[in-house]
């Protein structure tokens, strides 16, 4: 709601709010339809709710990695399924889904954060490629460490932060940029764009075994 009355007050845009945990299966149904029972037509759809978790897996709790599955991959394809079909009639609309910098190789004490972020990045090409020509531009935007409160639901800043947090501002931009240019995904900070095709050239273990030494906690029994 403050995000709302921040829009509605420093653009002059009319914003509705719609309650739902998208971690639930039922959820993108709700959201479907409360914003057809509001009489919008949405334009451009993007899929930014997500979270993760960091840690050896067998010290994580089964049911938050369960609700990370069903935030950052069921529920963009619902809401991809019930929002598409709207944008083909009209012959024109937008997909925005968010993705990271971790979609592009093995993520060890992140590996099921980076395996829904590998499915949400082939996920949109594949669409990109299918809806090309019929007027629905999409695009996986794929961020390195931004300013936002993912941090903060992680709870671990300093461990699994890679480089520092890139303001949400810069984000926006080059998504709308590549959307623009009908780019299938865009990689958003230098670095990352180099870490992105490092994966291309060198053996998958390899890589692995690279992610796992920079990613590993502190207190981890091989630290």
Request: proline letters at 7%; one cysteine or more.
């Amino acid at each position: 709601m403050e995000l709302a009355t921040e829009i509605e007050n420093r653009y002059g845009r009319s914003t509705h709010v719609v309650v739902a945990d998208l971690s639930q299966p039922t959820a993108p149904a709700i959201v479907h339809a409360a914003t057809e029972k509001l009489g919008l037509h949405i334009d451009i759809l993007v899929n930014n709710a997500g979270f993760a978790t960091y840690g050896p897996f067998d010290t994580i709790d089964p049911d938050r990695d369960h609700a990370m599955v069903m935030v950052n991959v069921a529920a963009v394809v619902d809401l991809t399924h019930h929002y598409l079909p709207g944008m083909l009639t009209k012959g024109v609309g937008a997909i925005i889904n968010v993705s990271s910098a971790a979609a592009f190789q093995a993520m060890p004490y992140q590996a099921v954060y980076a395996a829904s972020k590998a499915f949400v990045q082939s996920f949109s090409e594949a669409l990109w490629a299918e809806y090309r020509t019929r007027g629905i531009r999409i695009v996986a935007c794929c961020p390195s460490a931004t300013d936002t409160e993912y941090f903060q639901v992680l709870g671990n800043d300093d461990e699994a932060l890679m480089g520092p947090k890139r303001p949400p501002e810069g984000v926006v931009r080059d998504s709308l940029r590549a959307l623009e240019r009908n780019r299938p995904h865009v990689v958003i900070g230098y670095p990352w764009k180099l870490v992105a095709l490092v994966p291309r050239a060198m053996p998958r273990a390899t890589m692995a075994r690279f992610s796992e030494r920079i990613m590993r906690p502190k207190r981890h029994p091989g630290s």
